[in-house]
């Protein structure tokens, strides 16, 4: 029985080209890949990047991009898949105008085949970058104040320098990793991490 409200797939003898992106390995793109797939993108044609939104590469989308063919629709399921900034995505929002390709957002309900739609598809591109900026800017701003504070970044020592010098002479003096590593309630890695295997003279 079909469930209530279900969408049926789109068949209307448009080739449509679906691209989904999430930004890390533990995210999922079943959710997009299932919208995208409602909205009449074939396995095929459906093309996919784990990248986050400001990384350079982007094979999914290059490859979903070389895909389309005049007459095509590209669907995304953001519009900020698109494209790293503002100026990508309009830039791409051109090509595909100028090449004949339809354009559309699930999320925001963007049809690029219509001038409000192309219109509405900039402003919230400039919209998503005014957004990303302002977000960069007060994250400087508050490791700056921070920093300023006397707050330091990166990863917390395992190991106090007192003991890595304690380590260390244990080391040099042909103490076993493991010995040192059981003494200071470390792993064998900790141990290699902070000290040397340094030669020992005749």
Not at 31 to 52: E, F, T, W, Y
Not at 147 to 167: H, Y
Not at 168 to 183: C, F, H, M, T
Request: glycine share 8%; hydrophobic share 40%; aromatic share 6%.
């Amino acid at each position: 029985m079909r469930k209530r409200n279900s969408v049926e797939p789109v068949d209307d003898g448009t080739r449509r080209i679906g691209y989904a992106r999430v930004s890390t390995d533990d995210q999922d793109l079943s959710a997009q890949i299932d919208a995208l797939s409602r909205a009449g993108v074939l396995p095929d044609n459906m093309h996919k990047d784990k990248a986050s939104g400001v990384a350079n590469r982007r094979p999914g989308l290059a490859l979903a991009i070389k895909d389309c063919r005049p007459g095509d629709t590209f669907i995304v399921w953001k519009l900020d898949r698109l494209g790293r900034n503002a100026i990508e995505v309009l830039t791409r929002l051109k090509w595909f105008e100028d090449n004949g390709i339809a354009f559309k957002s699930l999320t925001e309900a963007v049809d690029g085949t219509t001038p409000g739609g192309r219109f509405l598809a900039g402003i919230l591109a400039l919209n998503a970058q005014y957004e990303r900026d302002l977000i960069a800017q007060r994250t400087a701003r508050s490791m700056q104040y921070l920093k300023a504070q006397g707050r330091t970044f990166g990863r917390a020592m395992v190991l106090s320098p007192e003991q890595i010098s304690a380590a260390q002479k244990l080391r040099d003096n042909g103490v076993p990793v493991s010995e040192i590593a059981k003494q200071f309630k470390v792993s064998r890695a900790t141990i290699n991490n902070y000290t040397l295997a340094r030669k020992r003279g005749k």
